[in-house]
């Protein structure tokens, strides 16, 4: 049974910083292409990041890029998002995602077979 287990989240000023985490369970990170996704009330889940199986490569949207990195540890089968110098429309719901393969893309979500339970972050000025 795949799991992704979030931790991290919660309250931070404009321009601090913040790590969300991702374990996984009955699925490899290093066979699956990972993803981080948020999503604000009424509006469609949003490709944040991803990080391919083969080699590592990252991408990010461009409301991200240079401010957010994920990264992941093969030993630890984890995800993380780390995030810097964050802004107040960066308030969402953050979600992991695994792919049904090693490689995939920002969106569309229904490349992604697996989510983690969501973890709230709020952005204030």
């Known amino acids: 049974q795949v799991q992704l287990v979030q931790t991290g989240g919660g309250s931070v000023q404009a321009g601090g910083s913040l790590r969300l985490s991702c374990v996984a369970s009955?699925?490899?990170?290093?066979?699956?292409?990972m993803a981080w996704f948020r999503q604000t009330l009424g509006q469609e889940r949003e490709g944040v990041a991803i990080i391919t199986a083969t080699g590592g490569n990252d991408f990010y949207s461009a409301s991200v890029k240079g401010r957010f990195t994920i990264s992941r540890d093969i030993a630890q089968n984890a995800v993380y998002l780390q995030m810097s110098g964050v802004k107040p429309e960066d308030t969402a719901m953050y979600y992991c995602?695994?792919?049904?393969?090693?490689?995939?893309?920002?969106?569309?979500?229904?490349?992604?077979?697996?989510w983690g339970q969501g973890t709230q972050v709020t952005v204030s000025n």
């Open positions: 995602a695994a792919a049904r393969t090693g490689w995939c893309a920002l969106g569309p979500i229904a490349q992604y077979d697996s």
């Open positions: 009955g699925l490899s990170v290093d066979r699956r292409c």
